[in-house]
């Protein structure tokens, strides 16, 4: 009896491991680099946009990726920007977690000043998320708190994925 098949079906197990592994060990500032190592559909940098009836958040994504899959996109961004008051913030997006997170106050992932603007199924309402040309677009976001006090709730989001 062979078992030819084995290492074959263990490469994508081994490849994942070892994926996050080296996320696991590697530099924040690396991590952008790992996520674009990938073959999504566009990656690369790019330049976002938040309007709320109050103010415009503005980020430039470390990573920004679209992979879509049996027409579905899945969507990852995350960068650092700024308020127009100059306040840094670090800007957290997932179409496949329906969920996006500004943190005020940090310019960094993982880190937390105890304020934040949010959206999505588990904290307001869930949204939808049309893409084209490598544009993710969202319309009537319903941002709340970090205590989820309505902030606004038709805010609407631009990122473009091909700059």
Same mark, same amino acid.
């Given at each position: 009896m062979t078992c030819n098949h084995f290492p074959k079906a263990l490469a994508p197990l081994l490849a994942g491991a070892l994926a996050a592994c080296i996320l696991m060990v590697t530099p924040h500032v690396s991590l952008a680099e790992a996520a674009k190592v990938g073959t999504p559909d566009t990656v690369g940098p790019s330049a976002g946009v938040l309007e709320t009836s109050a103010t415009t958040y503005a980020f430039t994504p470390v990573t920004c990726i679209i992979h879509m899959e049996d027409g579905v !996109?899945?969507?990852?961004?995350?960068? !650092?920007?700024?308020? !127009?008051d100059g306040e840094s913030f670090y800007f957290d997006?997932?179409? %496949?977690?329906?969920?996006? %997170?500004?943190e005020l106050g940090v310019d960094e992932p993982y880190q937390s000043a105890g304020r934040k603007l949010q959206a999505g199924q588990y904290v307001s309402a869930a949204f939808e998320v049309d893409v084209a040309d490598g544009i993710v677009s969202v319309t009537g976001l319903n941002l709340v708190d970090g205590q989820s006090e309505p902030m606004d709730a038709s805010a609407s989001l631009r990122i473009d994925c091909n700059t």
């Open positions: !996109p899945d969507i990852e961004v995350q960068g !650092p920007g700024l308020t !127009p997006f997932s179409s %496949t977690a329906n969920e996006m %997170t500004i």
